[in-house]
């Protein structure tokens, strides 16, 4: 659940591991734009909590905090908001 409290999350580039992601676009009508996750982020997000990557893709979903200018966050959650 997103809520109102303000949070500074601070992230390194320098230390982070780049790879590069095409863009496409969901429906033939183009109302949105998807960019994949790495299957490794998300199996290590799942060992993470304790659960298979198959029951991490089932049970969470991806929050997506716009920035100001070309800020984007993604945070996962579960569906039922635990």
Do not use: C, W
Not at 13 to 21: G, P, S
Not at 26 to 48: C, G, L, Y
């Amino acid at each position: 659940m997103v809520t109102s409290q303000s949070r500074v999350i601070e992230f390194h580039i320098e230390e982070a591991f780049l790879k590069t992601y095409k863009l496409h676009f969901a429906t033939s009508s183009a109302k949105t734009v998807e960019v994949t996750v790495p299957r490794d982020f998300i199996r290590r997000m799942a060992r993470n909590v304790g659960i298979t990557m198959e029951e991490f893709v089932e049970n969470y979903r991806a929050l997506a905090y716009f920035g100001v200018g070309d800020e984007l966050l993604y945070r996962f959650e579960r569906v039922n908001g635990d």
